[in-house]
């Protein structure tokens, strides 16, 4: 039997790395989606294929839908139809009070977070249906949730990640397609290099936990629902926030 294919976006770095090599471990052949960080993704491909997993990494901007169509296409020729999809790609666009946001900033965080999930979410469904089914991830935040401090377009793009979700799995239970979105509280990656030094403190000191969650923590939950073992589980919006 032919090896389920796996699409893992921003993989290059993070999460999504994490997400990768994790999947590639339970059997998954991996395309390790990329935008800038050629490198990366590469050294994330040969990490899978050093432990005899099947990967290839592919360039495609998440913002745009030409991009996003020919990335699936590519990966039907390489690997097959995919019957997995992980909406991980994101950014914050930094943090800025409503007064300074410039539109530029609303519409690339915007284009990614939000557009670039439907898209790769429609391109995935076309060819689920056509195997009989398929499982998707798209990574929320929890700042979704409270609105998070001086973020609010990042904060507003993942609460329509979070409808999103909800909706889609609905839409497409009939289908054997369960859809679910994990929700990071705060995780030790570079998404917040683009945060002020002041922003970081006070997210450190408002952790329970004492620390950041690891990428792999992520992961973990990321597997499990792309998994059989959460046969039942669909438009579910699970944190992983370490009590935060
Ligand atoms: N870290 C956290 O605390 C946290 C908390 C809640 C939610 N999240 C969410 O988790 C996801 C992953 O975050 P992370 O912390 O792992 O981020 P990260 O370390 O900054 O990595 C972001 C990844 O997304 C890719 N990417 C960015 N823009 C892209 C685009 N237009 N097209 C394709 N790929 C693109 C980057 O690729 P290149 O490097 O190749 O450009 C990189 O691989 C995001 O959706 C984020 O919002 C993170």
């Not at 032919?2 to 999947?23: D, H, K, N, Y």
């Not at 991830?137 to 793009?157: D, P």
């Not at 006070?202 to 690891?214: A, Q």
């Amino acid at each position: 039997m032919s090896q389920p294919v796996a699409i893992i976006t921003g993989a290059s770095r993070g999460i999504g790395a994490a997400a990768a090599i994790l999947l590639a471990e339970r059997g998954f052949s991996i395309c390790v989606n990329y935008l800038n960080a050629k490198e990366k993704a590469e050294e994330v491909v040969n990490a899978i294929k050093h432990k005899n997993g099947k990967a290839i990494a592919i360039k495609a901007d998440m913002g745009n839908e030409n991009e996003i169509m020919r990335l699936f296409a590519d990966v039907d020729a390489a690997l097959g139809p995919v019957s997995a999809l992980v909406n991980n790609a994101g950014i914050n666009g930094g943090s800025c009070d409503l007064a300074s946001i410039s539109f530029d900033t609303l519409h690339s965080v915007f284009a990614i977070n939000v557009f670039g999930t439907f898209i790769a979410c429609r391109e995935a469904i076309k060819r689920m249906k056509q195997i009989g089914g398929g499982n998707i991830v798209n990574i929320s935040s929890e700042a979704a949730k409270f609105g998070g401090t001086k973020i609010a377009h990042y904060s507003a793009s993942k609460a329509a990640i979070n409808t999103f979700t909800l909706a889609l799995a609905r839409e497409t239970a009939p289908f054997n397609i369960r859809v679910n979105a994990v929700s990071p509280g705060v995780i030790d990656t570079e998404i917040h290099h683009a945060s002020s030094p002041e922003r970081i403190e006070n997210l450190l000191k408002s952790l329970p936990m004492g620390r950041m969650g690891k990428t792999e923590e992520v992961a973990e939950l990321i597997g499990w629902l792309l998994s059989p073992q959460s046969s039942y589980v669909s438009g579910a919006i699970i944190p992983v926030t370490g009590s935060r």
